[in-house]
């Protein structure tokens, strides 16, 4: 990898849309850097796409800002940042505990702001940069049964608006990718127990217009470009990619 070589941190990265990220990152000759609490996973997808990983929360600042000084002393610089990390509560508003409704405010919204604060000083030095954070579209829409997680996605998807103003003029473009339903982890996780084949078919016929469920590299693509010097004029965007589903 050339040392004049663009460089990414992706949290998040060792799962899901996050690891597709990584790994698309990587093959665009990117030198890529993994942000992830797993440490077999972080480390496992690091190596395979000849990066770095730190291991950690992003809702600890002083991690993010650890983790961010440490890429900058190994790479002297960061391009892009993907805020990719992100938790979800499946429950009503009434059943939701204090303690679920601190970690998935903590992990979806404060490790999004505490990456980004980070990144900023560096890419505003630079006068270039471009942030990609992962809204929902539950951040646009009402998601009955997971309200948490959807307040977080609409916090995100403000965060992003504001931060893009803050900073068009030093370089810096801030985005948000909004997935739809696509088959990661996630989508699986929290449920009383994980959905069969036969299931997730079922979901995506009965919910997504297209009628399947979105895999994680189809996500990534659309995060790359938007980080991509192609993307030069879009800030403050929320890119949805849900195969129609906020149409309606």
Known sequence: MQLSAPVAIVTGGASGMGAA??????????????????????????????GVAHIGSVADSA????????????????????NAAGVIVRATAANTTDEQWREIF????????????????????????????????WGSVGAAGHSAYAATKGAVHQLTKSMALEHARDGIRI???????????????????PPTEDELAELADATVPMGRLGEPEEVAAVVAFIASDAASYMTGSMVTVDAGFTAR
């Not at 979806?108 to 992962?134: C, Q, T």
């Open 21 to 50: 990220t990584a790994r698309l990152l990587a093959r665009e000759g990117y030198r890529v850097a993994i942000v992830d609490k797993g440490s077999e996973q972080g480390n496992a997808v690091a190596d395979e796409v000849g």
């Open 106 to 137: 903590s992990v979806n919204v404060d490790g999004v702001f505490f990456m980004s604060r980070a990144v900023i000083p560096s890419m505003r030095e630079a006068n270039k940069g471009a942030i990609v954070n992962f809204g929902s579209i």
């Open 63 to 82: 991690f993010c800002a650890e983790t961010v000084g440490s890429v900058l002393a190994t790479f002297g610089r960061i391009d892009v940042l993907i």
């Open 175 to 193: 985005n948000a990718v909004c997935p739809g339903e696509i088959r990661t982890p996630m989508l699986a996780s929290e449920r009383l127990r």
